[in-house]
């Protein structure tokens, strides 16, 4: 009796995720209430497999988002959706992420997004203008988002053939990478030091969206010669020839 009760239970419950996951994506959106500045364009498909041409806020714009929901995640109820967007014909950031613990600690898996310079550098308060080539790598391992912001990271962003276009000259960097990780609870970008530029330098990410960096540019005989020009911008360099970076 208890057996059949249990296999009852477990039907059930597969049938009512068939259910919910056959409900239309543009219906969902019905009833989720977005920031003002989120744009969503053009939902189709089910919340089983759903398709959204365009989303889009102040900073960052993604194209051809599909979205596919686990049916095993929503068995042991912590709905997991892995997302895939964007199109070499398109703007915007093109890679896959699994996104999960949507129910308490969001976590974001298995990222590998591919993004162009250029759109980076254009979201930066740099001293001089500066225009960026090339295309900018993010593999995460993992992310956890929880109280107080970040609990827990591993990744990577690479650089590999980082250009600039500044002061009227094309400016070749030598590659740049950076570690991710989690610092008293904030996110932390920290570049890797072994770069032409002797940067180094690492950024924090809070709670709230508080976003800060500190570092230092000490230029050695790697230091591209064009840049040279624009290390007043900087200035002053301290007593070990570093010129102080912060935001």
Request: hydrophobic residues 45%; proline residues 6%; contains cysteine.
């Amino acid at each position: 009796m208890k057996q059949g009760v249990a296999y009852a239970g477990v039907f059930a419950g597969v049938y009512l995720i068939f259910v919910i996951a056959g409900i239309p994506a543009k219906l969902l959106f019905n009833f989720v209430s977005l920031p003002k500045n989120v744009v969503v364009e053009n939902v189709s498909g089910t919340v089983w497999q759903a398709e959204i041409s365009r989303l889009a806020t102040p900073d960052i714009e993604l194209n051809r988002v599909r979205a596919e929901l686990s049916p095993w995640s929503l068995l042991v109820f912590d709905p997991a959706v892995s997302l895939n967007f964007g199109d070499d014909l398109l703007p915007g950031p093109q890679g896959e992420v699994v996104v999960s613990g949507l129910l308490g600690s969001l976590t974001l898996t298995d990222a590998d997004i591919l993004m162009a310079a250029n759109e980076i550098s254009r979201q930066l308060d740099l001293p001089v203008p500066v225009s960026a080539s090339g295309d900018v790598s993010l593999k995460l391992d993992t992310l956890v988002l929880d109280k107080p912001f970040c609990t827990r990271a591993r990744g990577r962003v690479s650089w590999p053939k980082a250009r600039v276009a500044a002061l009227e000259q094309n400016v070749a960097l030598g590659a740049l990478s950076a570690d991710i990780g989690c610092e008293e609870g904030a996110l932390v970008v920290t570049v890797d030091p072994k770069n032409n530029l002797g940067l180094t330098f690492s950024a924090y990410l809070r709670q709230g969206g508080k976003l800060s960096g500190q570092g230092y540019l000490q230029p050695a005989a790697n230091f591209p010669e064009p840049l040279k020009g624009a290390l007043p911008f900087l200035g002053k360099k301290d007593v070990q020839g570093r010129y102080r970076l912060g935001f």
